[in-house]
Structure formats: structure tokens, C-alpha cells
């Protein structure tokens, strides 16, 4: 047997071994060893059955299939990364747009508050009402703020676990509105939460005129990339355009070029994405102990 044979076999095997784990674990994550979550980012886990939860077991199966048809293990390995990355480029800005509604969401809800707290409801009462109307964006986070305050949890806690729910800069300041206003018990919260309202809708302008910016390099980055996927396809049915990288050394040239291209598009992705601006709540701590 040579070597080209023997190195596909083995890759074959490690795509194989990698699909057969990636599936066990889509369908039993109880099976990943337990992690301390932290206290400030309280991120859901994809639903069963999801794209995020099947990404990888469909990806390693397509590439072994791809490796096995065509007998090049680099093509399969490419298809394996493209199934799980071309998602994350083509809907970066999708996911950015999401992100400022969801922010958009949080100045809604602090303005109704405000008027809440003018009609003369307290501050716990105010906050269970307000998760009648809550707005769809946080409507899942204000109604689990609602259900704490229900159970019992002390205000200054459930505010800090909403603010970890929400894990927004912005959001943080009405949080730290509403954690004064807890402790304080005084007048004047509505006043302040309409100002803090003001500032989150100053930030809503201002992310969205910086994804506006971002959507052309966006545009011609994902234009690239699928223009190139379709060049490489169409070529790959041209068996003296691939001629130069059957050999062993064609396949590592074809690998180099596969992983600077990839590392290129994720450069420029990164380039796409604002960073998270550092949250003033983030290392605030609760009460172990919550009331029943």
C-alpha cells in the first residue's frame, strides 16, 4: 500500500471518529464534562435538533463522504470547514443586527418602567408588570426577572442576573439605575431611567450607523468568497485544471492555499465585528443564597 493510500485511509478513519463523536455529543451534550458557568454570561444552549447542535456531525460526515468519492482528503477536509464556517461569514451581519434590536428592545422596556414607576407603582411591582408588555427582543429575560422577584429573590440580585441575562454594556447602566433605586427606595428613578433610556437610544444610533459602514466590505467579502466556491466547483469537473494537485506535494500546496485563504476571510470577518464594550456590572456578584 502507499503512502498517498495510506495517508487517505487515515484521514478517513479521524473524519469518521470525529463524525461518530460529534453526532453522540448533538444528541447526548451531557456527555461533555461539566463547566462553571459564569456569573455573567448566562448563554442558553442551542436547541436540539438546531443547525448549531448538527453543524459539525454534517460537516464531518460530507467531508468523509467527499474524501472517500474523490479520494483527496484535503477536498473533503475543505468541504468539513466551508459547512461550518461560510454560515458564520454570510450571517455576521444578521447576527450584529439582531444584537442592536435586542438593545433597541431594552430602551422600549426602560421607558415603559419609567411610566410605570409615574403612575406610582413600586419598584418590584413595576418591574413584575412590566413583563405583561415587555418587548419581544428581552420579553424571555424580563419575564425570568419577573419570576425571581415572584420566588422571593432579593431585588439587588434579580436586577444582577438580569443585567447577566441581557449581557450588554448598555443595558448594565439601566441596571445600575435600577440597583440605586433599590436601595435608595427615594423619588426621582423614573427620571433617571428616562435618562439612562436616552443614552441606550444613543448607542442604538450609533451601532447602526456603524453596521451601515460595515455592510459593503460585508458584501464584498461574502461576494468573494461564493464567487470563488463557484470558480473552484465549476474547476473541479475539469480534471487537467486539478491535475497539478493530485500528487502528495499538490495536496499541500492545495491545503496551504485552503487555510490562507480561510484565515483571510476570517481576518476580514473579524474586522466586521465590533468588540463588546466592557460591562460595569460584569464582576458584580449576587447572594449565594436565595431566599425560597
Known sequence: MNAPTTLLLAGAGALL???????????RPDLLPERRPRRDRRRTAAPRGSWATWRWPIALLAGLIIAAATRWLVVGAVVAVTIVGLPALVTTAKRSAARIDRLEAVEDWTRRLADLLRS?????????QSAVSAPEGIAPEI????????????TADALLALAGDIDDASADLVVAALLLGAERRGPGLADALAAAADSVAADVAARRAVEAER?????????VTLITLGVVAVGSFNGEYLQPYRDPLGQLVLAALA?????CLWWIRGLTVTAPAPRI????RSSEEVPS
Open 215 to 223: 455592510a459593503k466590505p460585508r458584501a464584498t467579502a461574502q461576494a
Open 143 to 154: 419575564d425570568a426577572l419577573a419570576g425571581r422577584l415572584l420566588a422571593r429573590w432579593p
Open 281 to 284: 456590572l460584569a464582576g458584580a
Open 259 to 263: 487555510a490562507a485563504f480561510a484565515a
Open 120 to 128: 406610582g407603582a413600586g419598584l418590584d411591582q413595576a418591574l413584575q
Open 17 to 27: 471518529g470525529l463524525a461518530v463523536l460529534a453526532a453522540a455529543l448533538a444528541v
